[in-house]
Each structure stands twice: as C-alpha cells, then as structure tokens.
C-alpha cells in the first residue's frame, strides 16, 4: 500500500512521542518490511527539522530527523502546480491542502494521519495509523 505520511506520524516516530510511539513504531517496521511504501511531501521535511531542533535544542538531531526521514520516505516533489491546487483547494489549512494535492498527484492509496477531520475533504481514504495496520491485517 502506497501512503503519504503525515508529518505528526513521522514526528511520532523520530521524537518518540507518547502515547503514539508504539503505533508509529509499528508503521515504520512495516515500511521497513515493504508492506506499505511511505510518501511525505518535500515540505514536511522542513517541518521536521524546524520541529525537531525546537523540541531537541540539537541542530544535530534535528538534522538526523531529516536523514532518516528521507532514507525511509519517498520525497513527493511540491511544485507551482501542486501549490495551486492546494490554495484553489478551498482548505482552511494550507498545509494539508499541500499534502493532499501531493497524495493525488502521486495516485497514493490513502493518506495517514492522527488529524482525520483537517483531511476531511480529502478525495483519498484518509487513515489513522491504526486504520491502516487493520487493513493491512486484512490484506496479509
């Protein structure tokens, strides 16, 4: 399954955030087990450092956050158009608009997310991770 993530999953992940550690560390085996294909957009990854090295104080793991992110995702390129669909898009939140605009482009199977009603008009399925390790479940 083809996924984009979105950034408050790989935040999870990377800063170990509880209570949603455990199902995000469950996601990244399955990506690391070729079960699902893991997309972020190109924007999340500035997202991630400037996150991570506010929470971190460590330009060092912050920079960490953004490697291992880019080994383990395919980096969805954000470009004029993507940007314009977002914005036509009609989305309070600009940034969701992006990522959804990247999941369409990409022809991705669902989009992940803890934030379900800010994908609301999504024309993807819109998961939480544990939605989508229920499918996967089904699936395998």
Do not use: K, W
């Amino acid at each position: 399954m083809r996924v984009l993530l979105d950034t408050n999953i790989i935040l999870d992940y990377l800063l170990e955030r509880e209570p949603f550690l455990q199902d995000a560390e469950v996601l990244f085996e399955a990506i690391d087990s070729g079960s699902v294909l893991g997309y972020v957009t190109a924007t999340t990854l500035t997202d991630i450092f400037y996150i991570a090295r506010r929470q971190t104080r460590s330009n060092e793991l912050a920079r960490q956050a953004v490697s291992t992110t880019l080994i383990a995702m395919v980096i969805c390129p954000v470009n004029r158009g993507i940007l314009e669909s977002a914005f036509v898009s009609g989305l309070v939140d600009f940034e969701d608009a992006v990522q959804i605009s990247c999941a369409v482009s990409q022809n991705l199977d669902a989009i992940v997310t803890r934030d379900i009603q800010g994908f609301s008009n999504s024309p993807l399925p819109v998961l939480s991770v544990q939605q989508l390790l229920e499918q996967l479940d089904t699936v395998n």
